[in-house]
């Protein structure tokens, strides 16, 4: 395994006092359940030896080849608002890192490994629902332009692990990401006063995600607004394709600007601002309309953790970075207008037309999706796919003539639409039916078609129209956990 993922592990060696050095848990049969060909292969990685007994030992964590340093992480977090000093992986290591061959840094990530000192009272193992919820919607992600985590493998481990619905399978997910550094990491150090740590932390985020801003003048504050910047285009993509994150804690919002960490998430289909998903959200802090906002309020705990290295004199330090965090708004909000007209086929962002679209689908439960998909048709003039998605259609005819007209060239903009707006999303009710049946009755044949489908987001395949269609109207609200 040696040749197949030459580590270097820059966060072992230059972050001492942020991690645990950690092992993961022996399992009964490991067995591997997916493995990410091709991912693999773009990261320089052998599929084949992956797939063998040592590469099953590694994913898995069963048996970790010489080079990894595998560790747990330290961090810190609010949590739905409140404070805790220490979270850190309590179910999950970092197994290290490697180059790929363009030069970027990646790291091997295993979910579900096991206990490890930071486990608050879990049994850090993971079921193969929730790894396949993960495995999927992220890859559903990466084809549709977000930037995520990935996932490399899911395995068994031959044990039984309790949870809300029974005995399930145990898994461990096997992941990469550019780093998994997030803001909880500054709030570790910050919350001890460990100036110099806080310092080495930078330096070491700098160097791994912004190495241009190193010998820069105010990196703190210029890396705040970096981070701030690729959070608030990360969200707006989250808005613009309905997707509802369900745990924004500042330990689940990386530096790097990837969508990590897919427990209580889902896809939003009839439009509601107040959508939640989560099991534990039971106040709605995290639903979709709340996600601009929570993405400011994370940004604005990152600044408390650097105004030690913004300025000496603490009320300067707070105003400048009161201005980096207050321009998040303008930036989000542009953002999300060019993700919108993106949407549609505009060449320029139209703002009224946008936000009276969002004021038609109020209170009409107007499927996310299937309005995008249905807007070609009315740029030739039809508008019937459109209007027939509303309850109450009144108003609708009227913006859809000032849609048109707002489109100089409709051929373009439908070529353009259909390169952005999905057909196929990980519509709850399958996903819940193929988690279900991979769980709980061995066959993984529904997961693998809609993986198929999700991963293929934009191009209609003929027999396939059930995937783009929405949940019945009998079924079941869907629910959503952590997978602890």
Same mark, same amino acid.
């Given at each position: 395994?040696?040749?197949?993922?030459?580590?270097?592990?820059?966060?072992?060696?230059?972050?001492?006092?942020?991690?645990?050095?950690?092992?993961?848990?022996?399992?009964?049969?490991?067995?591997?359940? !997916?493995?990410?060909?091709?991912?693999?292969?773009? !990261? *320089?990685?052998?599929?084949?030896?992956?797939?063998?007994?040592?590469?099953? *030992?590694?994913?898995?964590?069963?048996?970790?080849?010489?080079?990894?340093?595998?560790?747990?992480?330290?961090?810190?977090?609010?949590?739905?608002?409140?404070?805790?000093?220490?979270?850190?992986?309590?179910?999950?290591?970092?197994? @290290?890192?490697?180059?790929?061959?363009? @030069?970027?840094?990646? =790291?091997?990530?295993?979910? *579900?490994?096991?206990?490890?000192?930071?486990?608050?009272?879990?049994? *850090?193992?993971?079921?193969?629902?929730?790894?396949?919820? %993960?495995?999927?919607?992220? %890859?559903?992600?990466?084809?549709?332009?977000?930037?995520?985590?990935?996932?490399?493998?899911?395995?068994?481990?031959?044990?039984?692990?309790?949870?809300?619905?029974?005995?399930?399978?145990?898994?461990?997910?096997?992941?990469?990401?550019?780093?998994?550094?997030?803001?909880?990491?500054?709030?570790?150090?910050?919350?001890?006063?460990?100036?110099?740590?806080?310092?080495?932390?930078?330096?070491?985020?700098?160097?791994?995600?912004?190495?241009?801003?190193?010998?820069?003048?105010?990196?703190?504050?210029?890396?705040?607004?970096?981070?701030?910047?690729?959070?608030?285009?990360?969200?707006?993509?989250?808005?613009?394709?309905?997707?509802?994150?369900?745990?924004?804690?500042?330990?689940?919002?990386?530096?790097?600007?990837?969508?990590?960490?897919?427990?209580?998430?889902?896809?939003? %289909?009839?439009?509601?601002?107040?959508?939640?998903?989560?099991?534990?959200?039971?106040?709605?802090?995290?639903?979709?309309?709340?996600?601009?906002?929570?993405?400011?309020?994370?940004?604005?705990?990152?600044?408390?953790?650097?105004?030690?290295?913004? =300025?000496?004199?603490?009320?300067?330090?707070?105003?400048?970075?009161? %201005?980096?965090?207050?321009?998040?708004?303008?930036?989000?909000?542009?953002?999300?207008?060019?993700?919108?007209?993106?949407?549609? @086929?505009?060449?320029?962002?139209?703002?009224?037309?946008?936000?009276?679209?969002?004021?038609?689908?109020? @209170?009409?439960?107007?499927?996310?999706?299937?309005?995008?998909?249905?807007?070609?048709?009315?740029?030739?003039?039809?508008?019937?796919?459109?209007?027939?998605?509303?309850?109450?259609?009144?108003?609708?005819?009227?913006?859809?003539?000032?849609?048109?007209?707002?489109?100089?060239?409709?051929?373009?903009?439908?070529? =353009?639409?259909?390169?952005?707006?999905?057909?196929?999303?990980?519509?709850?009710?399958?996903?819940?039916?193929? !988690?279900?049946?991979?769980?709980?009755?061995?066959?993984?044949?529904?997961?693998?078609?809609?993986?198929?489908?999700?991963?293929?987001?934009?191009?209609?395949?003929?027999?396939?129209?059930?995937?783009?269609?929405?949940?019945?109207?009998?079924?079941?609200?869907?629910?959503?956990?952590?997978?602890?």
């Amino acid at each position: 395994m040696h040749a197949t993922i030459p580590f270097d592990n820059s966060y072992a060696q230059e972050l001492q006092g942020l991690y645990v050095p950690w092992q993961g848990q022996d399992w009964p049969d490991p067995q591997l359940v !997916l493995l990410n060909d091709a991912l693999a292969s773009g !990261l *320089g990685l052998d599929p084949a030896a992956l797939r063998s007994p040592a590469g099953v *030992g590694l994913l898995s964590g069963q048996a970790l080849p010489d080079g990894a340093r595998p560790l747990a992480q330290a961090y810190a977090g609010h949590q739905f608002g409140g404070f805790s000093p220490q979270l850190g992986d309590g179910r999950a290591i970092l197994v @290290g890192e490697w180059l790929d061959p363009r @030069g970027q840094r990646w =790291d091997l990530h295993l979910k *579900g490994s096991g206990r490890t000192p930071f486990a608050r009272g879990g049994d *850090g193992r993971a079921v193969l629902g929730p790894v396949l919820r %993960e495995y999927l919607i992220s %890859e559903a992600m990466a084809a549709l332009g977000v930037p995520t985590t990935r996932a490399l493998a899911a395995c068994t481990t031959g044990d039984r692990v309790l949870r809300q619905n029974g005995l399930e399978p145990g898994a461990v997910l096997a992941r990469v990401a550019s780093s998994h550094l997030r803001v909880g990491t500054f709030q570790f150090f910050a919350a001890r006063g460990e100036a110099d740590k806080l310092r080495l932390l930078l330096d070491y985020a700098i160097a791994r995600h912004d190495p241009d801003l190193a010998g820069a003048t105010d990196p703190a504050l210029r890396f705040l607004e970096r981070v701030a910047t690729r959070q608030a285009r990360l969200v707006a993509q989250w808005m613009g394709l309905g997707f509802v994150h369900g745990v924004m804690n500042t330990d689940n919002t990386t530096l790097s600007g990837e969508t990590i960490d897919y427990g209580p998430c889902a896809f939003m %289909e009839g439009y509601d601002p107040a959508t939640v998903f989560s099991s534990i959200d039971h106040t709605g802090r995290y639903a979709y309309g709340n996600q601009p906002v929570i993405m400011q309020w994370n940004l604005a705990r990152l600044a408390e953790a650097l105004l030690p290295m913004i =300025d000496p004199t603490e009320a300067r330090a707070i105003a400048r970075v009161t %201005e980096v965090v207050e321009a998040m708004q303008d930036s989000y909000q542009n953002a999300w207008l060019e993700v919108f007209a993106r949407k549609l @086929g505009l060449r320029t962002p139209d703002a009224a037309l946008i936000d009276d679209m969002h004021s038609l689908w109020q @209170g009409q439960s107007v499927d996310f999706t299937s309005f995008f998909r249905a807007l070609p048709a009315a740029l030739h003039g039809d508008d019937a796919p459109v209007t027939a998605l509303f309850a109450q259609p009144q108003g609708v005819e009227a913006w859809l003539r000032r849609y048109r007209a707002a489109v100089p060239d409709a051929a373009a903009a439908i070529r =353009d639409m259909n390169m952005v707006n999905p057909l196929y999303i990980p519509r709850n009710h399958l996903v819940e039916d193929a !988690l279900h049946s991979a769980s709980f009755g061995g066959d993984m044949d529904p997961f693998r078609a809609l993986l198929e489908r999700v991963q293929n987001p934009f191009t209609p395949v003929a027999g396939m129209e059930h995937f783009a269609q929405p949940a019945p109207e009998d079924a079941p609200e869907i629910v959503t956990y952590c997978g602890t």
